[in-house]
T-cell receptor
């Protein structure tokens, strides 16, 4: 799986959009980009994933650059409950198999009141 | 509600004892996973199972054992051979289909008395 690089920490004002970047310059064509977050002492929570098109769900939007070497997770209206460590993961899946997720250091997002 | 239930939330073990961590899912997922998380670190895979009655070792399987007798259940035993068992243990499940994400329980925190 391709390696990802994320800033170690970011702050965001409550109510504003939080934009979390992730660099995955060695990504290959069959690798998806996944985002999870982990609030202290809880299990990781799945947020969103995508291959090459931008994706949106009720939690967030995922913007993947055209060359797929980087992506941005957008939380449109951050709340205090969004304070967590956010992990960007690149993972390849072959048909019929299920492989482990490799979590890096992530980005500690702190939403400020 | 569908989800993954881990129990207990906190567990204490005496030196030389085996302990078993429970993981149950009602998401009808084929694949289940056990991860270990140490403070300030990412997740490391202990064992995973893609189907009932089958499981494979992950990166740090020594000192641990698992069983998969039912689709819904994937208990993890931390044996006395695991010399540094104090950690946060996370169970996850997922579909075997391409690109589907893993979903996590809320974890069990194991401490040595």
């Amino acid at each position: 799986d391709a390696k990802t690089t994320q800033p170690p920490s970011m702050d965001c004002a409550e109510g504003r959009a939080a934009n979390l970047p992730c660099n995955h310059s060695t990504i290959s064509g069959n690798e998806y980009v996944y985002w999870y977050r982990q609030i202290h002492s809880q299990g990781p929570q799945y947020i969103i994933h995508g291959l090459k098109n931008n994706e949106t769900n009720e939690m967030a939007s995922l913007i993947i650059t055209e060359d797929r070497k980087s992506s941005t997770l957008i939380l449109p209206h951050a709340t205090l409950r969004d304070t967590a460590v956010y992990y960007c993961i690149v993972r390849a899946l072959s048909s019929g198999s299920a492989r482990q997720l490799t979590f890096g250091s992530g980005t500690q997002l702190t939403v400020l009141p | 509600d569908g989800g993954i239930t881990q129990s207990p939330k906190y567990l204490f073990r005496k030196e030389g004892q085996n302990v078993t961590l429970s993981c149950e899912q009602n998401l009808n997922h084929d694949a289940m996973y056990w991860y270990r998380q140490d403070p300030g670190q990412g997740l490391r895979l202990i064992y995973y199972s893609q189907i009932v009655n089958d499981f494979q070792k992950g990166d740090i399987a020594e000192g641990y054992s698992v069983s998969r007798e039912k689709k819904e259940s994937f208990p993890l035993t931390v044996t006395s051979a695991q010399k540094n068992p104090t950690a946060f243990y996370l169970c996850a499940s997922g579909e075997r289909m391409i690109n589907q994400p893993q979903h996590f329980g809320d974890g069990t925190r194991l401490s040595i008395l």
